[in-house]
């Protein structure tokens, strides 16, 4: 069983920088594909960026160029930096761990992003 503890979330104006962390314990950290997705009130979940053991990336088109994802792997924790914010990424984040990157089978509790005009 995986557990994983987001943090970093909080508001901030459009035009700003937040950092997202996530930490994992009780697996195999390097067997899991790291993901971040996102809720925004009234919406689906969304994906936004994973990052395999290797490093290989990807990125959901919104997340290309403003929110770089990392992890590492000594620290068992993944990262997302996201840059130039803009209201409509207002959402609740979660980080996700899987095998595959379309399958995620440990989700954390979420942390929340609020981007205000």
């Known amino acids: 069983q995986v557990q994983l503890v987001e943090s970093g979330g909080g508001s901030v104006q459009a035009g700003g920088s937040l950092r997202l962390s996530c930490a994992a314990s009780?697996?195999?950290?390097?067997?899991?594909?790291m993901a971040w997705f996102r809720q925004a009130p009234g919406k689906e979940r969304e994906f936004v960026a994973a990052?395999?053991?290797?490093?290989?990336?990807k990125y959901a088109e919104s997340a290309k160029g403003r929110f770089p994802i990392s992890r590492e792997n000594a620290k068992n924790t993944v990262n997302l930096q996201m840059d130039n914010l803009n209201p409509e990424d207002t959402a609740v984040y979660y980080c996700?761990?899987?095998?595959?990157?379309?399958?995620?089978?440990?989700w954390g509790q979420g942390t929340q992003v609020t981007v205000s005009s």
């Open positions: 996700a761990a899987g095998q595959d990157w379309q399958t995620y089978t440990y």
């Open positions: 009780g697996g195999t950290f390097r067997s899991y594909i």
């Open positions: 990052v395999a053991w290797s490093g290989v990336k």
